[in-house]
Structure formats: C-alpha cells, structure tokens
C-alpha cells in the first residue's frame, strides 16, 4: 500500500506536464524519516504497476478498435443505402405527425385541452417535490451520521454501521462540487476509519484462530466501506508471518555476513525447506481463501506475491550472495536453485487448479464470484520490476499467451524475477565456469614436445565434454533464449583453448638425440632441422584433432539451436498449448527481456534449415561456421605451423641462395664459352652448351628430391590437414585438384581460401604431396624473384647470360612442381634484351620493376 507521501508525489506527476522538473522537484523533497528509502521504493513499485496496466490498457483498446473498425469497415457499404431509408422514413414520419397534430387539435375541446395541460404541470410538480424531499432527507442524515455511527460502534453493531456509511457514500455525490462536499468526505473516511480501528484486533484474532465465518463476515464489513484492498492486507500479512520469519532469521552458509562460517545450512538446502513450508501454506489457503473470499485464484496469487516483497533480506539478494560465494562456478548452484524454483511454480499451479476445482463446484462461491465481477478486486501489491526488462518484440504477444487475465501469471514472474538478472548475464556465466575449466585443465601436462602433444589430444576430450554440459545448462536456465551468450561463450573458451595449447607448443631445443636418421639425397638438413620438422607434424596432428572434434560439436550445436528453433517456431503457431517454458509467467519473462533479441531471431531462423547447413559453391555442402572466432585461430595457427614446416624444408635451398647475388660470374668480363654463342650487340646470346651455375645446380636438385622428403610423410593426417591455408598456393591449382577430387568420390572438395576450415579425410598421398610441392615451389619462387634477384648489383653481358640460363632451367624443374614461374620469365626475358629494347620497354611502362632493377644491374641508367 503506497504512504501519503508516495500519494502526493503521485498525484503532483500528473498534473505537472514538465517531467524533469518534476524528477529534481522529487529528489530535493527531504526524507525525515528512517523510511524514505522504503517509501521512494514503494514509489517506483507504484509506477510501476501503473505503467504495467496503462501497457495492458493500451493493448486492450488497441484490440478494441481494431474491432471497431472491422465492424464499421463491414457496415460501410449499407450505410448509404440506410441513410436514405432513414430519410425517406423521416419524411413520411414528419408529413404523418402534422396530420395527426391537426386532426388531434380538431377532435379535443379547447376547454379539455386546459384541463390536461394543468393536469401535466401538477404532475411535473409533484415529481420534483419527491425529488427534493429525498435530497433534504439524504442530507438531513449527513447532520445525524457521525452520532450514529458511532452509537453503533458503541454497541458493537459493526455491520449496521457498514452499512450506514455505504449509504453516506452513496449520497455524498449530492454534495459533489459544492462547498460541503470536502467536509463531508473527511467525515466519512473518518468515521471509516474509526471502524476498521474497532475491527482490527477482532480482524486479526480471527484470521490467526482460522474462524472463516468471522473473516467471512468482516471481509463484507470492509468491502461496504470501500476498504476491501486493506482486508486483503491485513489477511495477508497475518498468514505470512511464520513464513517471513522462517526466511529472516534463517543463517545461510555464504549468503549472510551475520552467519557464521561454521553454519551447516546453505542456501539451496534452506531453499527446498522454504518451498515445502511455502507450499504447506499454501494448501492450507486452498481451502480458506475460497470461504472468504469472491475470487478466490486472484487472491492466493496476491498473497504470493505479498509473501515474496515481505522477504527480508530479498530473494534477489541471498540469490546474489550465494553466487558471489560459489565464485566462477556459481552458475551450476544456480541452476540448481532455478529448477527447485520450477518445482515449486509447477506445485503451486496444481493447488490453484485444484482451488479453481472447487470454486465451480460451490454455488455459492459461483454468485460471489459474479457479484465480484461488478468490482473487481484491486491490487494490493506492486510489482517490481528488473531494469533491464524490455518491450517483447512480437506484437500481441501478451494476449495471445496469456489470455485475458494478467493475475494468472502475475504470481509467476514475482517468482521467477530475482533469476532474470542471472539470465541476462548468462553469456558471463557461462564463460566464468568454462574459463574455470579451461584453467584447470591449462594448469595439467608438462614437459617436452612430444609430451605436450599427446597431453594436448588428452586435453580435447574434457574440453568438448565440459563444452557440451554448456548445452544442458543453457538449455535448463534459459531453454534457448541464450543461444547467442552460449555460442559467443563456446567461442572464446575454444579460442583460449586454442590459443594458450598453441604457446606450449613450441619448438624443442637443438639436440642431436632421439633424431630419425632419414636423409634426403643431396639436401644438407641440420639436426635441429630435422627436430623442427618432427615437432611441427606434432603440432598439426594435435591440431587437426581438435579441428575434427571441433566440426562433430558444432554439428550438436547446431542440432541444439535447431531444437530450440523447432520449439520457438511451434510457439509461435500455437502459443497455448507449445509454450517455450513450463511456466507462462517465465515465458513472458523471457519474450520481454533483451534475451528474446533481433540476433537470436536471426540465429534461430539459421537454425530452422537441416542442421545449420547451406550449399558450397560448386558441389557439396558445407557447415556454416558457428565458432567463428575459435576457427580463425585454428586456420591461423594452422598456417603458422604450415609457413614454419615450410621454412624448415626450404632452408638448405635458401641458404644455397643466400651467396648467389654476389656470385663473381655476374662481374666476369668474358664468358669461355663465348666463342659458340653468338653476337648480338652487346649481348651475348646463350647457347645450349651453357650449364646452369652451380649454385642452381644444387636448388635444381634439392627440388627434385623433394617428392621423396614426402613419401614417408604424405600419409601422415598432419599435411593433409587445413590444405586451404597452406601459403602462396594457387587458387587456381587447388581449383583444378578439388574438381578431380570430388569427380573421384574420394572425399568432400576442397574449399575455398576464404570458406571456413572442413576436415578432410582419406585424401590420397599423392594429392597431398603435389599441393605441398606446389606451395613449397611458389614459396621458393617468391623468395628467389623478391630477394635474390634484386640483390644482384651488377651484370656483366656474360653474367645476363649465364642469368637467362639459370632463369630457364629453374622455370622448368617449378613447372614440373606445378609452379607457373611468370615472374622468372619476366626476368628472363629482361636480361636477354638489348639497352635500345629495355629503354623502349620503360618508356612504355616507367614503373616496371624488372626493367628497372635490369636496367641498374647493367648500368644503363636514365634510360626513360
């Protein structure tokens, strides 16, 4: 019941039209007494249950006139068509009464026609005198009212004195805009109130003693003097007190400061105790409140909700302290204690229906429930409200799930509100827990690489174990409304996982033991290469495992949210009988709160197609990616080790390469060959009895051997892992091999660079050998056309020479590697050219590269 001051602030709100002022006004109001904070809450409760019904009101007329523009959209068309029926009926009806007027005129004397009219004003008179006379009688007992009345309560004779100040109430309007009326009103409330102080006592006893017929009786006392909503108060407050004390000077583990630490009782333990003594109670109303009361559904609802404000400390509050206490798991006692929550909503729905039972079955309480109807009961309470409530997205929702009547569900989300805050935070929650398990689970193995790895492949087993409890916990918190917070959760905890594993694993230190003696003809790999070469494998083997177990999750993901998609699209068909929740309260919880989002609307409509799926370009299908996070760092790591094997094989040939700018041949001043070329100008045109250098030579050789680096290898799932993200291949290449690949039927095709990772499974050892050789070969490409070529500073007509031949004969071992060399041919055909073919090139193209870097290396400068 909101106090005077709650009243006046009130009544001041609606008749300022400045809002702000009116907030400034509101909070500079000193607060003298201890319970200004109670009051301002009292206050934003009141407004709050006012803005709750003015929405219901709002919706309510909105149906209503949508129905009354149906019916005048129908009647429209017959509107013209009854107007003139109208006035063509009003016309005649005119033209009959003249006639009748003027033959009645010549029927009755004029004598008789006096007679009548005298008759008329008589009667006229008396009409009014009655009138007057009850008027003056009705305040004539407003002289005698309060005398009576109190003889009345003198005597006891509560009920008679009920009834006289009805009827006072009934007759003050007579006074209404006159200078009595505000006298006699505070008179009124006076003498009112001097009632309920009489019955209070008596009130009280028998609603402790249970005497139903005395309750009976007083309830129709204060409902004849308007006071009905302060019966209910106090029955309510005295049927919850026991309750309210159990809940107060309950000592919880975790959830009290006052508690002792040693205290045996925690709040989940207190909280199964509460309920039964709740539910107890509540039977035992069951069978009470119908006695007393005319709508006896609505009234065991406002005392739940009575029962739960008057908790001290609240609910919301014990709830919180117990979560602060579990610290990063608090979201599984949690859960706990929403599910024991249900239990309880779903028990107490039994004893309203069984209450409903019974009401039908009592012809009496069927004509009080009738006479109910013309006065509906008012609230008695206010409700409170989350801050981060929000307006449903779906229009009409409340109607349609709820039916007519607010108060059947009322009680429920009064219930279930302290838990829609830890709803709201669930994506926080959960990722609290899973980082709590990722913690422990980082915190376990040790050792060298190979140890690494094999705890790495132990660890993705509890990983996605402890990943798939996040479904059942989002399922029995939320029931799908936080998909969205639980993929978002999913994907940073596979993320760290991914990322923190990927910091272990580095490369072993040199060591010349437990080294595989394989050696590759004419490829000089160090020891230390070779150990590198080993642990990476080991990286991308463990790598691609928790790839695979990473597609088969997001494929139950994806069955979850389809789940969930299935249930929210059947509610949308049939709200009544396939609700998203058990409870109707709690689904209208959740449809108003920021969980039920554009987002998670656009998740579930994925979630409606077979199993989140949708086609790949080409042939086949593919999983769209709900990680994708979690997948962006297994294809970055995945190319991390892929560029680092790379490096690792390529380093002899590179180091063969490093000497070769500066090589003396580009400065020789006579090739010894020369006398089998011939002259043109001043270049000196190859012959074939020219050899490659030797430096070229040796690449050229170690990139014909490198075919038999992979053939104790290429079965290995570690290659044939993420080929997609393999470097510098060609798209085309990888184009061509997925087309043959998928016209074999071996396997799924390749996907593109830019589609997520797939797994690839059973790829034969051939096919991976020629991607790996290929990307070796642009890699090495790059480097020799990037690096090494413009690091030569001059070229003689000898070393242009002995240059094109190099450029040739590597340009052919890369196209057995199915290399394009486009850029070695560029070179080559730069260094066979002439100084008057290099000028006109650059005169055509100044910002070509090889020219330029050619024409420095011979000295022909400002050829442009």
């Avoid at 909070?27 to 206050?43: F, G, K, N």
């Avoid at 065991?300 to 990063?328: E, K, T």
């Avoid at 190859?686 to 050229?700: A, D, G, K, L, Y």
């Avoid at 690096?787 to 196209?815: F, K």
């Amino acid at each position: 019941m909101a106090t005077s001051e709650s009243t006046n602030l009130i009544d001041s709100l609606a008749s300022d039209t400045d809002i702000v002022s009116w907030v400034n006004d509101a909070l500079d109001q000193p607060y003298a007494s201890r319970d200004s904070a109670v009051e301002l809450a009292e206050l934003d409760q009141h407004i709050t249950h006012i803005i709750s019904s003015l929405d219901i009101a709002c919706e309510d007329s909105s149906s209503e006139l949508e129905r009354v523009i149906d019916d005048v959209s129908r009647g429209l068309p017959r509107l013209t068509y009854d107007l003139h029926f109208m006035k063509d009926s009003a016309v005649n009806l005119q033209g009959s009464l003249a006639t009748a007027r003027k033959k009645s005129g010549a029927v009755v004397p004029d004598q008789t026609a006096a007679a009548l009219e005298q008759l008329q004003i008589l009667d006229t008179i008396r009409s009014n005198m009655e009138v007057a006379r009850e008027v003056l009688q009705d305040a004539e007992s407003w002289s005698t009212l309060e005398m009576e009345v109190t003889a009345l309560l003198s005597e006891q004779s509560f009920a008679k004195a009920a009834e006289r100040l009805s009827e006072a109430n009934r007759n003050v309007v007579i006074f209404q805009n006159t200078a009595e009326y505000d006298p006699r009103r505070t008179l009124m409330v006076s003498l009112q109130n001097q009632l309920e102080a009489s019955l209070s006592s008596a009130l009280v006893s028998a609603i402790t003693a249970q005497d139903l017929g005395a309750c009976r009786e007083y309830f129709s006392i204060f409902c004849n003097i308007q006071r009905e909503v302060e019966f209910r108060n106090y029955y309510n407050a005295s049927r919850r007190t026991s309750l309210v004390s159990t809940w107060k000077d309950a000592q919880l583990v975790g959830c009290d400061d006052s508690s002792p630490r040693n205290a045996g009782t925690t709040f989940l333990e207190f909280l199964l105790k509460f309920y039964d003594a709740f539910s107890s109670l509540l039977n035992i109303e069951r069978v009470s409140i119908p006695s007393i009361f005319p709508n006896p559904s609505q009234t065991l609802s406002s005392f739940i909700i009575a029962v739960l404000a008057a908790l001290q400390p609240p609910f919301s509050q014990r709830l919180s302290a117990m979560m602060s206490y579990h610290g990063d798991e608090a979201l599984k006692p949690t859960i706990t204690a929403f599910q024991v929550t249900e239990k309880f909503v779903a028990d107490v729905n039994k004893v309203i229906e069984k209450m409903q039972f019974t009401a039908i079955s009592s012809p009496r309480l069927e004509e009080a429930s009738l006479k109910a109807e013309t006065s509906p009961m008012k609230p008695s309470h206010t409700r409170r409200r989350s801050s981060r409530m929000s307006i449903s997205l779906r229009s009409g929702w409340q109607k349609s799930v709820l039916g007519d009547s607010l108060a059947d569900v009322e009680w429920e989300q009064e219930v279930f509100q302290p838990f829609l805050d830890v709803q709201l935070d669930y994506e926080s929650l959960e990722r609290r827990i899973l980082d709590h398990t990722f913690s422990k689970l980082a915190s376990q193995g040790a050792g060298s690489e190979v140890n690494l790895t094999r705890v790495l492949k132990e660890r993705v087993v509890d990983v996605f174990s402890s990943a798939e409890d996040s479904l059942g916990r989002c399922q029995a918190l939320t029931y799908g409304y936080g998909a969205v917070g639980l993929v978002k959760a999913l994907d940073k905890f596979f993320q760290a996982f991914v990322n923190a594993w990927t910091i272990h694993l580095r490369p072993a230190p040199s060591s010349n033991a437990n080294i595989e003696e394989t050696r590759v003809v004419d490829i000089d790999y160090s020891p230390q290469d070779w150990n590198n070469f080993q642990n990476i494998l080991h990286r991308l083997s463990s790598l691609r495992v928790f790839s695979d177990r990473l597609s088969i999750f997001e494929g139950k993901l994806w069955s979850y949210i389809a789940s969930v998609a299935a249930n929210h699209k059947s509610f949308q068909s049939d709200p009544t009988n396939h609700p998203m929740t058990p409870s109707r309260g709690l689904t209208q919880l959740m449809e108003q709160s920021p969980l039920y989002s554009a987002e998670l609307l656009a998740l579930l409509e994925k979630g409606e197609a077979p199993t989140g799926r949708e086609p790949l370009s080409g042939s086949g299908i593919r999983q769209t990616p709900l990680l994708a996070l979690t997948r962006a760092e297994v294809s970055s790591f995945a190319k991390a080790c892929q560029v680092a094997l790379q490096d690792t094989i390529l380093s002899p040939l590179q180091k063969y390469l490093s000497s070769y700018p500066t090589a003396p041949l580009w400065t020789a001043s006579e090739d010894p060959t020369q006398k089998n070329s011939i002259a043109s100008g001043d270049l000196q045109l190859p012959s074939f009895s020219i050899p490659p250098s030797e430096t070229i030579q040796r690449v050229i050789q170690g990139l014909l051997n490198l075919p038999g680096l992979f053939e104790d290898y290429a079965d290995d799932d570690a290659l044939s892992f993420s080929l997609q993200s393999l470097p510098y291949l060609s798209n085309e290449v990888l184009k061509s091999l997925s087309e043959s690949f998928v016209s074999s039927s071996l396997a799924p095709p390749i996907a593109p660079r830019s589609a997520a990772l797939a797994p690839l499974r059973q790829l034969d050892s051939e096919v991976v050998s020629s991607i790996w050789l290929s990307s070796l070969g642009y890699n090495l490409l790059r480097h020799f056309s990037n690096t090494i070529l413009p690091a030569i500073e001059a070229l003689t007509p000898a070393g242009a020479t002995q240059l094109s031949v190099d450029l040739e004969s590597l340009s052919n071992v890369l196209r057995s590697l199915n290399v394009e060399p486009e850029q070695l041919g560029r070179w080559k055909s730069a260094v066979e050219m002439n100084k008057s073919e290099i000028g006109g090139g650059l005169r055509e193209n100044s910002e070509d590269p090889v020219l330029l870097q050619v024409a420095r290396m011979r000295g022909w400068a400002n050829l442009k």
